[in-house]
């Protein structure tokens, strides 16, 4: 049997405060992906790099926060091994993780594997953009020239939007059936990483992919929340950052009425200080609001199955049957 691989590729962000960690990570993050936005000279870097790495300490020291971000890929990437056990594919399958900001790197982890095997490289983002599936094309594309490989090394796309939309109503449905968080009293703020309007240079921001997804998304749990909103988790600087950002969507909400709030952050197909952290400091502007603080899609089984089909598409009859199992899983949600 020929032996597959495939690749979980996330930022990786540290799981605790640490400064000398949290300094890699923003060093890291200044190089590969600031700079590309923002002219920075490179005499500034190390005080920037140690400013974040400090200022995210003392936050999370604050918020006594940690990330779960690797132990949630870790799970993810348990789930895609369970999935494509399940589907029975022609190929020993191995799951791995890698980093596009620490330790392992994506190209450490493909030097480790032997290079007549195939590889998959999954990156777990939501939309693609220059600062999601492009970087992680990019560190591929390097790690690629030093390697000499033999069988060949795939980035996969996105999942497709009415897919990944249909996975996370699904997902709304069931946590909040759990939580008897819904009606037409309930709001739903769905939340998403922000972006520049108008970078310095022209780049795909991923900005229309996300904002059709949460229309998507919105459409299919119509029905089931007043009104719903998409709020941006934006940063501040660097000029006009993509619109409403959450606290006001958030107090648009209280001002029409809304006194029960979801938030559910599907922009991230994992929980890490954004969706969690950023989230939590944005409902408290709207201290009147009761809110339910949904957890991201993470080890879901059907955002595994789903992820499956990127790297091993199953037959007709296999997918009718994955449908199946997460139309019952809902079901059995709203019964409990």
């Not at 759990?178 to 795909?204: I, N, Q, S, V």
């Amino acid at each position: 049997m020929s032996a597959r691989h495939a690749v979980l590729l996330t930022y990786g962000e540290p799981p605790a405060p640490d400064v000398a960690a949290q300094l890699v990570y923003s060093w890291r993050i200044l190089l590969g992906l600031t700079r590309s936005v923002a002219s920075i000279p490179p005499w500034a870097l190390p005080a920037i790099a140690l400013s974040r790495a400090v200022t995210r300490a003392r936050l999370w020291g604050r918020e006594r926060y940690g990330s779960p971000l690797e132990a949630v890929t870790r799970e993810q990437a348990q789930r895609l091994a369970e999935a494509l056990a399940e589907d029975g594919a022609p190929a020993w399958w191995r799951v791995h993780v890698a980093y596009e900001f620490r330790d392992p790197l994506v190209g450490d982890v493909l030097a480790r594997i032997p290079p007549d095997e195939a590889v998959d490289v999954v990156p777990m983002y939501a939309a693609d953009s220059a600062f999601t599936h492009q970087l992680s094309r990019a560190a591929v594309a390097r790690a690629l020239r030093r390697l000499r490989r033999r069988a060949p090394v795939r980035v996969t796309p996105p999942l497709d939007p009415e897919v990944l939309a249909a996975l996370c109503a699904r997902h709304v449905v069931r946590e909040t059936e759990a939580r008897k968080a819904h009606g037409p009293d309930w709001g739903l703020l769905l939340a998403a990483h922000g972006t520049l309007l108008e970078p310095p240079r022209p780049m795909e921001t991923g900005r229309r992919a996300t904002e059709r997804l949460a229309s998507a998304i919105a459409t299919r749990l119509g029905d089931r929340f007043g009104p719903i909103s998409l709020g941006w988790l934006n940063h501040t600087y660097g000029g006009r950052w993509t619109e409403p950002p959450a606290d006001q969507a958030l107090r648009r909400m209280v001002e029409s009425g809304v006194r029960r709030v979801v938030y559910f952050p599907f922009g991230f197909l994992a929980d890490n200080a954004e969706s969690e952290l950023e989230g939590r400091i944005a409902l408290r502007t709207a201290p009147e609001l009761e809110a339910v603080h949904l957890p991201c899609l993470n080890g879901a089984p059907e955002l595994a199955a789903a992820l499956a089909q990127l790297v091993a598409p199953a037959t007709d009859d296999r997918l009718r049957e994955l449908d199946g199992m997460a139309t019952a899983r809902g079901s059995k949600a709203r019964g409990a």
